[in-house]
C-alpha cells in the first residue's frame, strides 16, 4: 500500500515539474526585449528607418517633425487643408520604420 503512494506522489511531482518547465518556456518564449529607450539626442539609424517619414494625401506637407524629448519619441506632421471644398477629407501621418521589421514580432508602447 505504501508503495502506491510513493509511486502517486513520485508520478505527480514529475507531471508538476513537466507542466512547470513548459509554463517556463512559453513565458520565454514571449518575454518583452527592449528594442529603444530613445535615451541618446538623435534617432538610432541601426533600429530605425526614416525615408518617406511624412506624408499627406494631398502631397502639400509643410513640416515633418521627429525629434526625441525625456526619452519619449515624439512624431509630428503639418498640412494645409483643401481651401477648394469644405467636404471630403484629408491624411497625414508621420512615422518611423523598423530597420529590420522581419525581427519584430510584436510591439508595446507607454
Known sequence: MKTKYVAALVSSLLLAGIA???????????ASILYDDFNQQLIDPLRWTTGASCWSSDYAEMECMRTIQAGKLLLAERTFGQRDSDTGNQVGLASLNFANPAAIKGVTAD
Not at 512547470?20 to 514571449?30: K, P, R, V
Open 20 to 30: 512547470a518547465a513548459q509554463t517556463s518556456t512559453n513565458l520565454n518564449q514571449f
